[in-house]
């Protein structure tokens, strides 16, 4: 069963930035794309940024030219780094991994954006 562990929220005031991470328990390359989700309250989950296996992404309108995506093999890790943060971008953000048609979620890490 593959296991995917986020890392890195927290609280960070307006306009700052954080970092998070998301190591597989296998090899990334073994997925067709990874990428991370996010889920406000009373709201539905929703794309935030994926990498495919080829190293193409593809992000969410709100987060496009703030957010970018990165992974490191060796380290089986992905990373989202976040900046610019806004108030809105609170959530739970989820890592996501896709493999044929099966997919697999990390168990999530909360993002709390706020003065």
């Known amino acids: 069963q593959v296991q995917l562990v986020e890392s890195g929220g927290g609280l960070v005031q307006p306009g700052g930035s954080l970092t998070l991470s998301c190591v597989a328990s296998?090899?990334?390359?073994?997925?067709?794309?990874m990428g991370w989700y996010r889920q406000a309250p009373g709201k539905e989950r929703e794309l935030v940024a994926t990498?495919?296996?080829?190293?193409?992404?593809r992000f969410g309108d709100s987060v496009k030219g703030r957010f970018t995506i990165s992974r490191d093999g060796a380290k089986k890790t992905v990373y989202l780094q976040m900046n610019v943060l806004k108030p809105e971008d609170t959530a739970v953000y989820y890592c996501?991994?896709?493999?044929?048609?099966?997919?697999?979620w990390g168990q999530g890490t909360q993002v709390t954006v706020s003065s």
């Open positions: 296998e090899n990334i390359f073994n997925f067709n794309s």
């Open positions: 990498i495919n296996v080829g190293g193409r992404t």
């Open positions: 996501h991994a896709n493999i044929l048609s099966r997919n697999f």
